[in-house]
């Protein structure tokens, strides 16, 4: 729930001003519904990568994948497994 | 070699394609398509466009991202005398099927890949389109003349509805000649161009391919939206050209680490579409000291009609001109309004089935027609224009160009919506924030959220408001009419 919640405050301090963050549930559609437009979805994307620092390649994200709370997770959650795989992997060697 | 001769842009490609058959002219990521490739595909669909009983002058959608087979699309319309519409695949339902509903398209072209389709919007039959389609005779070709129209490009409308840019191949060959000879374009060349099939600037790097035997690599989708992805392809793909809005660009240097690399491919960069803020564009050059850095100006009804080359070592000081004629271009300033008035051989055909709207935007003068910019502009002693800003309320972010008044227009759609009024306020990051004030028919009938979706639904996304401010009334001024002005100064206060 922390990377989730953590989205959901910045989108709500960025993009919605007005609203509370809990309003923001984990199926609403972010991009496709024009609530981050292009622009913002690079300052979206420099969020998470600062927070969590790491760092995408082309075709690893896009509109679908950052559209909504939970694909964000989700998207996170498999860059952080993938960095955790990549020093387990120079570990060994 | 010499360049193709005369105006009719298929007859470029026809001319390149014996010229050099198996050179590249369309790349696109690990795809290639050759001259002779591109040339028999186009054939063939211009035939299948035949076969299904399209004329000359008939419309077609290309609901289509900027691919290889949108590029085959674009030649196959024009060997076929059909006039293309471009239509962005992002675009929401309801303003597809009103410039559908405009424009009287007869087929419509959508979908990517394999999933290509053709489908007939008279008897809503849809049939799959491969590039195995069989060729046509070129017999059964129409002939075209240089001042039959080419396509339509729609462009934002202040009543609410877009209106049709109509160009005819002489328009877009004035255009794209002169940059092949004051750029020195030439097979060698890689260009890219970001922009959509639907943007005017997108006939620089489709149209200088057929001309001069260069090369488009296409940018794709999943690179163009982020500055870094786009620094990297620049540098792997080795482009030599480039053509963008300022936004793109300057959105490269600051948050794409370009300055981070050197580019030497890259030889001439330009750009138009909107102001290139001075102090990102001295960055840029600083970047690319040896690359040949050009601002174009013109709005989609006259294509470019002044340019200006950045200077060498260019401070970001004073911002830059918008710069001289073009040799096909005819330029004049209106003196009762200080407004900038193009014409020449670029010049639109005039906004597709609105005669009324067309006379209304042009004016005559010592015999030659001028399309009124709307643009704001002084001659400087140098011989130079210069960009003042705009006599309405058009705006542009992103270099998209938005009427303020479609905006409200969508507002005005939802039947909880009682009056709605959009401002436009620069913001800190160099690009413009859109803010709408609403009054609803009763206080949380909607929510901020509400009224994004019911926007999303009508306008695409470049032109959603960025803020909605709940008002119980909308200022106005005499006579009753909202007072833009004091609505701006209101939000510089919040």
Redesign the interface.
Known sequence: MKIRNEIREFVASQF????PAA?ITDT?PLI????I???G??GL??FIESSYTIEFM??E??VHKLDTVERIETLIRAKLSGRAEDQEQAALQ | MPAPEGHLLHEWLRQSAAAHPHALAIVEEERTTSFAELLQQAEALAGLFCQLGIQPCDCIALALPKTSEAIVAVFAALLAGVLYVPIHPGWPQERVDAILEECGALLMIRGEGEALRILDLRTRQSLAWTAATEAVEPAMLPRIEPEDSAFILFTSGSTGRPKGVELSHRAVSAFVRWTAEEFKIGPGDRIACPSPLGFDLSTFDIFNMALCGATVVLV????A???R?LV?FVREARISCWYSVPSILA?MVR?GRMAAHSYPHLRLILFAGEVFPAPALAALQAVVPNALCANLYGPTETNVVTWCRVPEGFDGQQPLPIGRPCPYAAVRIDESNGELLAGGDSLMRGYWNRPEETAGRMVTLDGIPYYRTGDRVVLAPEGDYLYLGRLDRQIKR?GFRIELGEIEAALLSHADILEAAVVAVANP?Q?VCIAAFVRLSAPDTM???DI??H??RR?P??M?P??ILFVDAIAKGGRGKTDYLALGKMLEGL
């Open positions: 919605l001003p007005d609203a309003t609403m496709t519904s024009g609530i437009d292009s622009i979805m690079l994307v420099d082309p075709r994200i896009d | 794709p989708d999943h690179i939206w982020m500055p992805f990297q959105g948050d992103r990051r690009s929510t901020m959220t994004k979706t926007c999303g306008l996304t470049y959603l960025d803020r």
